[in-house]
């Protein structure tokens, strides 16, 4: 069973910084590009990042260019989401799937920056 599960999500003050991590389990996706996504209160799941399969090729959404750091270990068949001077607008619940996605939604994980 295809499985992905996120952690790393918390509570941090303006200007902070979380590392998510995204595991997944019940196949490979060394041949996957990734990404990160993100789910506001009241408003619709949107991209945050793109990495390719082979971690050579990221691509990231305007609103986190420069601060957020995707990054991916085939071995460990992990991804993760460095998050540096968060801001309270960075809000959400953040998922990782395949990009574009193709597979089932993990539970994601909470971040919420406060003021």
């Known amino acids: 069973q295809v499985q992905l599960v996120e952690s790393g999500g918390g509570l941090v003050q303006a200007g902070g910084s979380l590392r998510l991590s995204c595991a997944a389990s019940?196949?490979?996706?060394?041949?996957?590009?990734m990404g990160w996504f993100r789910q506001a209160p009241g408003k619709g799941r949107e991209f945050v990042a793109r990495?390719?399969?082979?971690?050579?090729?990221?691509y990231y959404a305007d609103s986190v260019k420069g601060r957020f750091t995707i990054s991916r270990d085939n071995a460990k068949n992990t991804v993760y989401l460095q998050m540096n001077s968060l801001k309270p607008e960075d809000t959400a619940v953040y998922f990782c799937?395949?990009?574009?996605?193709?597979?089932?939604w993990g539970q994601g994980t909470q971040v919420t920056v406060s003021s």
């Open positions: 799937n395949t990009n574009p996605p193709r597979d089932s």
């Open positions: 019940g196949r490979s996706y060394s041949n996957y590009a």
């Open positions: 990495i390719n399969w082979s971690g050579g090729s990221t």
